[in-house]
Every structure is written in C-alpha cells, then in structure tokens.
C-alpha cells in the first residue's frame, strides 16, 4: 500500500442523499425496564406526525426515520438530526412543530428541546 494521496475525483465524498437526515428513537423495551424506552414514551406517534408535518411544510430533501436505541432512553422520546448530530427530546406534537420550524425550515434550533452536554446518562455500575 503506498502513502501517496488519491486523486481528488477519489478524495471527494459523495453529495448527500438528504439535506437533513432525522432519526427518531423508536426502542421497545419490556414493560417496566429500569432505563424505559422511547416507543412506550410515544415516540411512534411521534415520529409518524413529524413524517406527516415535514411532507405538509414542503420540506425537501429531509429524511425522516425510525431508529433502533440511540442510548439517550431516560431523556425520551428522543430524536438527532445529521449532518449536525443535534438531540432533542419532543413530549408533544407542539414540540414537534417547533424542532421542524426552528431547526429544519429556519435553519436555527429549538433549544428549549435540546439535550446538552448537561444531559448524560448515570456511570453505570
């Protein structure tokens, strides 16, 4: 294997898919679980409105999915959009409309429903 560098047409990455990429925590864990899951905090409804909300805003090359655990569950429902990796924890459609307004249409962030670097999970033991 040799040190040189690849030409630029190989260096480049790809243009994304999507502009914005969301991924919305839809875990199942039993009734009951110690640390909860997302999808028993209705994370499900959830991630189906928004899904609905963003095709009703017109929302273009925005890709809304479901995740398997993202290991944020005691702070859910929670969701992270890429390319930024910023987390929110929506309760409600109302929370639903202000991260697609604040964050996807305007570009800004509904901090209000941000995790933060203040939101870490317990040493575990």
């Not at 969701?79 to 987390?87: D, K």
Request: charge should be neutral; aromatic fraction near 6%.
């Amino acid at each position: 294997m040799t040190d040189a560098p690849l030409p630029s047409t190989e260096t480049a990455d790809p243009p994304p898919c999507f502009q914005a990429h969301v991924f919305v925590c839809c875990n199942r864990r039993p009734d009951g679980h110690r640390r909860g899951s997302c999808a028993a905090k209705g994370s499900e409804e959830l991630r189906d409105y928004m899904k609905a909300r963003a095709k009703e805003l017109g929302l273009v090359g925005v890709r809304i999915n479901s995740a398997g655990c993202l290991d944020r569950c005691e702070f859910g429902p929670t969701m992270v959009i890429y390319p930024e990796g910023v987390w929110y924890s929506p309760k409600s459609r109302a929370d639903v409309d202000r991260i697609l307004q604040a964050h996807l249409v305007e570009g800004g962030r509904a901090r209000e429903l941000m995790l933060s670097e203040r939101d870490v999970l317990p040493p575990k033991v």
